[in-house]
């Protein structure tokens, strides 16, 4: 008896909502056919582009070599022009405290006395701002309401849009008469430190490096509390959270997370204004007074800086010996210059770019 049961139909593969997955190409053999060179389309990808890599490196390697070359041939200027004087000059450059040089055949220059101004004010600018802007940067980027932090932001960045004149100005004719009561109080109580004792010019005027270290102080602390502002805002928000799961109270979070994630660009952003105070030329030049005996590393002492006293004397700059002797203090300034930054980066550990 012949069997009712239907014949099993093999099923489709193509059928709609089959399971079975469609023969896959060989691959071996279809890559294989495929032409392996780039089309019309990659022209640029593979010739344009290794061209392009070429021009844009052969330009950032002269950017860099136009720097240093800038800076070699400033160093070069400098040293060339100095060399006759300092071979002419008849007292001791590094320590004596004498600066004429009206007469060419008598040349008695030093920069004792320019190097202590410039030092002590710009050491003393910078011990006053560093702390304020460290704070201010602690207060936008962890403190404030973002609707107080971008305006008052935006109003301390204003003050590095101030001309220096106009700082010199409000330093001589608003500062330094209520900074004399302050300057009389530590002349009195703490004479008996170097910084307080009695300076080589009188305390009535204000024109001392005391008032001139407050003014520059104002006028780095922009430049200051700008960048470090911003290298706090990049402290990694994962740091910040796992000190608050901790239960790290916000001082404990800036202490252990942002301030040491700011440290090298604490350091950059400080020399950066440390260098702006030593190179800071009309504002000193209003505030401090001539001194007429030489100074004893007090801040109540006036005088010149190395930029003030290169400044003072521009116009007279026609005869070339004595020309040089203003050029041999630049080249210390210059010079100064880098040691704080070779200084600074031995401090940050050879890292003074943020982060």
């Known amino acids: 008896m012949a069997s009712s049961r239907p014949a099993a139909v093999k099923p489709d593969s193509t059928a709609a909502g089959s399971s079975v997955t469609p023969a896959s190409p060989r691959w071996g053999r279809d890559t294989a056919d495929m032409p392996t060179k780039p089309g019309k389309g990659s022209a640029l990808r593979q010739g344009g582009g290794r061209w392009g890599d070429t021009v844009f490196k052969s330009i950032a390697v002269a950017a860099g070599a136009a720097i240093i070359g800038a800076i070699a041939l400033m160093a070069l200027f400098l040293i060339i022009r100095a060399i006759p004087s300092l071979q002419a000059n008849q007292v001791n450059f590094l320590f004596s405290t004498e600066f004429l040089t009206t007469d060419s055949d008598n040349l008695r220059f030093g920069i004792r006395d320019l190097f202590m101004v410039t030092v002590l004010s710009s050491a003393f600018a910078l011990a006053l701002a560093v702390p304020i802007a460290i704070g201010i940067a ?29 700082f010199g100005l409000w330093g001589i004719f608003v500062l330094a008469p209520s900074l004399k009561p302050v300057a009389t109080f530590l002349n009195d109580s703490l004479g008996w430190f170097f910084l307080f004792s009695d300076g080589n010019v009188s305390l009535a005027g204000g024109g001392t490096i005391f008032t001139a270290g407050i003014v520059l102080a104002v006028m780095i602390l922009p430049i200051i509390t700008s960048v470090t502002r911003e290298v706090f805002a990049l402290t990694p928000r994962g740091h910040v959270e796992a000190a608050q799961a901790l239960g790290a109270t916000k001082w404990e979070v800036v202490r252990m ?14 020399m950066l204004g440390l260098g702006r ?7 000193v030049l209003i505030i401090l007074r001539t001194a007429a005996q030489p100074g004893h590393w007090s801040l109540f002492d006036g005088g010149y800086t190395f930029a003030s006293k290169i400044a003072s004397a521009a116009a007279e700059f026609s ?19 880098f040691v704080v930054n070779a200084l600074a980066r031995a401090a940050a550990g050879g890292r003074v770019s943020g982060g």
């Not at 932090?149 to 849009?161: E, T, W």
């Not at 105070?277 to 504002?283: K, P, Q, S, V, W």
């Open 277 to 283: 105070a030593l190179g800071e030329t009309i504002a």
């Open 138 to 166: 602690a207060f936008l980027t962890n403190y404030a309401p973002k609707q107080l932090a971008r305006p008052f932001g935006m109003l301390v960045d204003l003050l590095a849009a101030v001309p220096s004149i106009v």
């Open 319 to 337: 005869a070339p010996l004595p020309t040089g002797a203003y050029i041999a203090a630049g080249l210390v300034l210059f010079a100064l210059t």
């Open 257 to 270: 997370t942002v301030l040491p994630y700011g440290r090298s660009g604490m350091i950059a952003a400080s």
